[in-house]
């Protein structure tokens, strides 16, 4: 054996750290290093604390009209209703006839803008042609569920073809642009938008 080899296996660290535990030194402890945890997927930082400016009623913000809620409601319901009638008919091209599938989605669709009705209130106040407006969209959603629904052509129970969901997507296509229309033509929707989008409103 070699004079280094045999030096290192003498006092080499290994030999040192067993020494040291025989004899009862304690070994010298390395504490860990704090790592920042990474954001979860999503998460980001707030920058607007919706909170504080959250309104008691449920409108988007507490100087909100009537109308412009109303509108806003209309807003949502249709976005949703698209959403479940464009399922529709992938489905349905897929399939290519009317399935338990299809016929669900095209209950979400109907069942989505019904709640337009209840959301759409307390308009006595609103200018005559956005009122105008707004009974028009009413009226098309109740033409809507009675035309497509079990006493119609009965797409909520499985009849029906492409070409009644076709129709019926293009007829809330169509209330969709009506309250797109409906906010131009609303002199508290346009006033309260732009102070809300420059940040005039609740201060």
């Known amino acids: ?18 020494r040291a535990r025989k004899e009862g030194t304690p070994e010298k402890e390395v504490a860990p290093q704090k790592t920042e945890e990474p954001l979860k ?16 009623t449920g409108k988007t913000y ?3 009209s009537n109308e412009a809620y109303c509108l806003e409601c209309i807003e ?15 489905r349905f091209r897929t399939a290519g006839k009317m399935t338990p599938g299809v016929t669900e989605k095209v209950r979400g669709a109907i069942e989505e803008i019904s709640g ?20 028009q969209i009413l009226e098309e959603v109740r033409w809507i569920r009675k035309e497509f629904g079990i ?22 296509t169509k209330m969709n642009l009506k309250a797109y229309e409906l906010v131009e033509k609303c002199p508290t ?8 989008r ?6």
């Open 76 to 90: 949502g319901h249709t976005m949703m209703s698209l959403t479940e009638t464009r399922h529709a008919i992938d």
């Open 198 to 203: 420059h940040g005039i409103v609740n201060q």
């Open 151 to 172: 006493s119609g052509r009965g797409l909520t129970r499985g009849k029906g073809d492409m070409t009644d969901l076709e129709e019926l997507r293009g007829r809330i």
């Open 1 to 18: 054996m070699s004079e280094k080899r045999r030096r290192l296996l003498e006092d080499g660290p290994l030999r040192r750290m067993l």
């Open 189 to 196: 929707c346009k006033v309260l938008s732009r102070d809300l």
């Open 62 to 64: 507490p100087e909100q």
């Open 41 to 56: 997927s999503g998460a980001h930082e707030t920058l607007v604390d919706y909170e504080a400016v959250k309104p008691e």
């Open 116 to 135: 337009i009705v209840k959301d759409v209130k307390d308009t006595k106040d609103a200018s005559p042609e956005v009122k105008e407006g707004l009974e």
